[in-house]
């Protein structure tokens, strides 16, 4: 019957020989602690902005705001028409965020010079068409897109190349 201390000494070598085997499995080649959970899903980061708005108009018939867009390589492209008190204004790109899976875009109106741009300034309810490019490096980690309106929010989904409304 082997004694008492032998007995430790078996269990302390062989805890020490286990603890040395998880270690030395978790490291890669280089001795770097490897970690097999998926990869990171840091929000992403926005590498450029850019709007293109067009002149303003009257808001007239079944016309109304809105927004769509797409999607290339790492580019958002929203189209869409922003409603402001007439048409002397243009679209500006205010903020955007991206502190999630989803990307947050406020689009706003300000005001122009009258015959700024060819803008004929008449008492009506104005529309504003414009086209924003929003870049976002690891864009696969977007699968929502916000954009605000003022105190109209629209919300997008990422298909594919495409940016589709969620109800």
Not at 72 to 94: F, H, K, Q, R
Not at 121 to 137: N, S
Request: glycine share 8%; charged share 25%.
């Amino acid at each position: 019957m082997p004694s008492r201390y032998t007995r430790r000494s078996l269990i302390a070598t062989l805890a020490t020989g286990f603890a040395a085997g998880c270690v030395q499995n978790a490291a890669d080649d280089e001795g770097e602690i490897s970690n097999d959970e998926e990869p990171s899903t840091a929000a992403p980061t926005i590498a450029e902005t850019s709007i293109k708005p067009e002149p303003g108009s009257c808001l007239a018939g079944e016309a109304e705001a809105y927004v769509g867009g797409s999607v290339e390589n790492d580019v958002i492209t929203l189209s869409g028409a922003i409603t402001a008190p007439d048409p002397c204004y243009t679209a500006v790109l205010e903020q955007t965020d991206t502190a999630t899976s989803r990307l947050e875009v406020w689009i706003d109106v300000e005001s122009v010079e009258v015959g700024d741009g060819g803008v004929d300034c008449m008492q009506c309810v104005g529309i504003v068409p414009y086209e924003a490019d929003i870049t976002v490096e690891t864009l696969q980690h977007v699968e929502r897109v916000g954009v605000y309106h003022g105190d109209k929010t629209y919300e997008l989904r990422i298909d594919d190349d495409a940016l589709e409304a969620v109800e």
